[in-house]
Every structure is written in C-alpha cells, then in structure tokens.
C-alpha cells in the first residue's frame, strides 16, 4: 500500500548536517504515522524519532533529542530528518518506515520499511 524510498544520506564531517528524505508512495501517505531508524554495524537497528500523521506530535529517542528533527510535508508525501551536530557514532544506515495508527506502533510494529540510505560521520 505504501512504499518508501530514503534519500540524502552521504559523507559528512564531525559537526556537519545532513537532511534525510523519505518519499512515499501509494494510498493515503496522510494517514500514515512516520518514524525513523538506524543500524549500525554489529548493532541492532535503533529507533531513531516518529511523528504522527498530522505531523503536530512527534517523539526522539534519547540519543536523537536536541539535534535531530522529524518533519513530514503531507502535499509532498515526504518525511524528513534533519541532522544536525552529526558525531562519528551516528554512522549508520538509517531507514524510514511507516504505520498505520499512532506513534507508539510506528515505533513498536511499523507496517512499512523503506530500503535504508547510508549515513557516515568523519572524525
């Protein structure tokens, strides 16, 4: 039903930023809650932030809050996550997903995955 495609991952520096953008595609994007995830080599994948359909809630994880935002464009069936004060241990592929419902379940039991768009953090 929906399918997600991550862009804008690359190479950046110690400090650096990166905008990461999921478009998504197939019925009803709107209704969708958003989440982000990571997974680092040898590590298990890592919840990263969601926001809700309506883009008003939002919720980070510990290691996300105060450097990274989660934004959704609704007209532009796109997700974003802003990245900023980037660190080596942000190196990680980072995939999108979606969910039908609330926060809790995109975080918990998304319904859709995204192919992952690699991100690495120089020192």
């Known amino acids: 039903q929906v399918q997600l495609v991550e862009s804008g991952g690359g190479l950046v520096q110690d400090g650096g930023s990166l905008r990461l953008s999921c478009a998504a595609s197939?019925?009803?994007?709107?209704?969708?809650?958003m989440g982000w995830f990571r997974q680092a080599p040898g590590k298990e994948r890592e919840f990263v932030g969601a926001i809700s359909w309506s883009g008003i809630a939002t919720v980070y994880a510990d290691s996300a809050k105060g450097r990274f935002t989660i934004s959704r464009d609704n007209a532009k069936n796109t997700a974003y996550l802003q990245m900023n004060s980037l660190k080596p241990e942000d190196t990680a592929v980072y995939y999108c997903?979606?969910?039908?419902?609330?926060?809790?379940?995109?975080?918990?039991?998304?319904?859709?995955w995204g192919q992952g768009t690699q991100v690495t953090v120089s020192s």
């Open positions: 197939g019925r009803t994007f709107s209704n969708y809650a």
């Open positions: 997903a979606a969910a039908t419902g609330g926060i809790r379940i995109v975080k918990d039991r998304p319904d859709y």
